[in-house]
């Protein structure tokens, strides 16, 4: 199971650090990716992290503002958010990604590469 939290309702500018905490069994973990949704618009890659290697993947509306990190022996993925932006306003979800690939540095964007979910925090900038 994955629990997100830490979401919130911050003014423009500011930060947010939500975190992911990985429970139960997992027979292997290769990556964990941050996800959120706006009203009105689709699902969308935000950050992952190679879970093995430490390697990250932004997509270029949060690079530079966003650093994703974990803490293996805590079983947890934060996602530093720094200058919000009204923009970034939306559901945000962390997932899985349980492939096996040998243990390479690869990062799926794609939602349908994890195979895990969080319910979802809920991320409110205002203007």
């Known amino acids: 199971q994955l629990q997100a939290s830490g979401g919130g309702f911050v003014q423009a500018g500011n930060s947010l650090r939500p975190s992911c905490t990985i429970s139960g069994r997992t027979a292997w973990k290769h990556a964990v990716g941050w996800f959120r949704q706006a009203p009105g618009k689709e699902r969308e890659f935000a950050a992952a992290?190679?879970?093995?290697?430490?390697?990250?993947d932004y997509a270029d509306s949060v690079k530079g503002r966003f650093a994703i990190s974990r803490e293996t022996g805590k079983n947890t993925v934060y996602l530093q958010m720094n200058y919000l932006e009204r923009e970034d306003t939306a559901v945000y979800y962390c997932?899985?990604?349980?492939?096996?690939?040998?243990?390479?540095?690869?990062?799926?964007?794609?939602?349908?590469?994890?195979?895990?979910w969080g319910q979802g925090t809920l991320v409110t900038v205002s203007s």
């Open positions: 997932a899985l990604d349980t492939s096996n690939y040998g243990g390479s540095e690869y990062i799926g964007r794609d939602s349908y590469e994890y195979a895990y």
């Open positions: 992290i190679n879970w093995n290697k430490g390697g990250t």
